[in-house]
């Protein structure tokens, strides 16, 4: 059974860091390409980021491009997204997700960005 388990959230103020974990089991995460989504209050969920399964070359969503930086350690069967220069509008609950839709994924991280 595949199991998520994201961590990391929490209030920050505009322009502040922070960083979200997944940490991934009962399945081969190294042979997985791994995203975050998001799901911000009242929208649906959107694609946030991509890493392929050897971590080399990622894919961001125009929206997060330049301040977020999605890594992995296959060693360790765990995900991270770092979130740098936060905006309000990234207040969202983020997910981590076998797939880009996001159709296979963990509970969620609330990260809240305000003033």
């Known amino acids: 059974e595949v199991q998520l388990a994201e961590s990391g959230g929490g209030l920050v103020n505009p322009g502040e860091s922070l960083t979200l974990s997944c940490a991934a089991s009962g399945f081969p995460f190294h042979a997985y390409q791994m995203s975050w989504v998001r799901q911000g209050p009242g929208k649906g969920l959107e694609w946030v980021a991509t890493i392929p399964r050897r971590g080399v070359g990622p894919d961001y969503a125009g929206s997060v491009k330049g301040r977020f930086t999605i890594s992995r350690d296959n060693a360790k069967n765990t995900l991270y997204l770092q979130l740098n220069s936060l905006k309000t509008e990234d207040t969202a609950v983020y997910y981590c997700?076998?797939?880009?839709?996001?159709?296979?994924r963990g509970r969620g991280t609330q990260v809240t960005v305000s003033s």
């Open positions: 997700a076998t797939d880009q839709r996001g159709t296979v």
